[in-house]
C-alpha cells in the first residue's frame, strides 16, 4: 500500500513539474539545434558564438533562448512599440521644427541679399566725378572714332568715283583712237584701190 501511494505520489510531483517547466522547456526546445541564420530571425532566441570555458574545454557555437524572453514577451513588445512611437513623435516635431528653422534661415538670407542688392543700386546711382569724366572721354573717343570712319568712308567713295570716271574718260579715249585707227585704215585701203 505505501509503494503504491509512494508512486502515485512520484507521478502527481512528475505531472506538476512538467506543467510548470513545459513553457520555459518549450521555448528553449523552439531555439535548440537552430543554425545561425535560423535562430537570427527568431526574436525569441539568440546565437551564441563558439567559446573556450576558462577551464580550457571548447564550447561549440549554439542557438538558446533569449533570457526573460518567456510570457512577459509580448508586454516587453508592447513596450518597445509605445518607445518607438514615441520616438517617432518626438523625431516627427524636431524635423518640424528644423524645417522652420531652415525657412526662416532662408528668409534672413534672401532679405540681407535684398539689402545688399538695394545698396549697390544706390552706389550705383551716384557717380563720382571722375566716374563722369571717364564716361565723357569714352562717349568723345567713341564719336572720334565714328566721325573718322565716316570720313574714311566717304574719302573711300570719292577716290572710286574719281577712278570711275577716268576708267570711264580712258575707255572713251582708246574708243576714238580705235575709231580714228578704222577710219585711217578704210582710207588707205580705198586709196590703194583707186591707184591700182
Known amino acids: 500500500m505505501f509503494r503504491f501511494l509512494n ?6 510531483a512528475f505531472f506538476i513539474a512538467v506543467l510548470f517547466v513545459t513553457p520555459a522547456s518549450a521555448q528553449t526546445a523552439a531555439c535548440k539545434g537552430l543554425g545561425k541564420s535560423q535562430c537570427s530571425a527568431k526574436d525569441s532566441c539568440s546565437y551564441v558564438k563558439s567559446f573556450t570555458r576558462s577551464d580550457g574545454t571548447k564550447v561549440k557555437a ?3 533562448k533569449k533570457p526573460g524572453k518567456g510570457a512577459s514577451s509580448s508586454s516587453t513588445k508592447k513596450k518597445a512599440v ?3 512611437a514615441k520616438k517617432t513623435e ?25 539689402a545688399k542688392d538695394t545698396k549697390k543700386k544706390k552706389k550705383a546711382k551716384k557717380p563720382t566725378k571722375a566716374d563722369e569724366k571717364k564716361a565723357a572721354d569714352k562717349k568723345a573717343k567713341k564719336e572720334k572714332a565714328k566721325a573718322k ?5 566717304k574719302k573711300a567713295e ?10 570711264a574718260e580712258k ?3 582708246k574708243k576714238a583712237k580705235d ?3 578704222k577710219e585711217k585704215k578704210a582710207k588707205d585701203k580705198k586709196k590703194k584701190k583707186s591707184t591700182s
Open 7 to 12: 508512486g502515485k505520489m512520484a507521478a502527481l
Open 62 to 64: 549554439f542557438c538558446r
Open 82 to 84: 509605445k518607445k518607438k
Open 90 to 114: 518626438s523625431t516627427s516635431s524636431s524635423s518640424t521644427t528644423r524645417k522652420k528653422k531652415k525657412a526662416a534661415d532662408e528668409t534672413v538670407k534672401a532679405d540681407d541679399k535684398k
Open 149 to 153: 570712319k565716316k570720313a574714311d568712308k
Open 158 to 167: 570719292k577716290k572710286k568715283a574719281a577712278k570711275k570716271k577716268a576708267d
Open 171 to 173: 575707255a572713251k579715249k
Open 179 to 181: 575709231k580714228k585707227a
